[in-house]
C-alpha cells in the first residue's frame, strides 16, 4: 500500500492511497472511527505540507540560484 521513496530509502505515502484509507473507512475496522479519522487527518495535512515543500524544492532548479528565497519559504510552511 505504501510507496517506496528510493532516494531517501524510506515509504512514503501518497494522496491516492490516503483516498483509499478514507474510502475503507466506511467498512469499519477494530479501531474507533474517530482514532481512525485523527490518523488520516494528520497523514493528509502531512502531505499538504511535503507537496508543499517539493514545490518549493523544485523551484530552486539545480544550481539553487535562489536559496535564500526558497528558505524563507520552507520557513513559512513548517511555520503553519
Known amino acids: 500500500m505504501l510507496s517506496p521513496n528510493v532516494r531517501s530509502y524510506s515509504w512514503t505515502m501518497r ?10 473507512l466506511a467498512i469499519g475496522n477494530g479501531l474507533p472511527p474517530s482514532q481512525i479519522e485523527a490518523v488520516i487527518d494528520a ?30 519559504c520552507l520557513h ?3 511555520r503553519r
Open 15 to 24: 494522496r491516492e492511497e490516503l483516498d483509499g484509507i478514507r474510502r475503507s
Open 43 to 72: 497523514c493528509d495535512r502531512l502531505l499538504i505540507e511535503r507537496e508543499r515543500i517539493e514545490a518549493i524544492l523544485r523551484q530552486l532548479g539545480p544550481v539553487w540560484t535562489d536559496a535564500r528565497g526558497a528558505l524563507n
Open 76 to 78: 513559512a510552511v513548517l
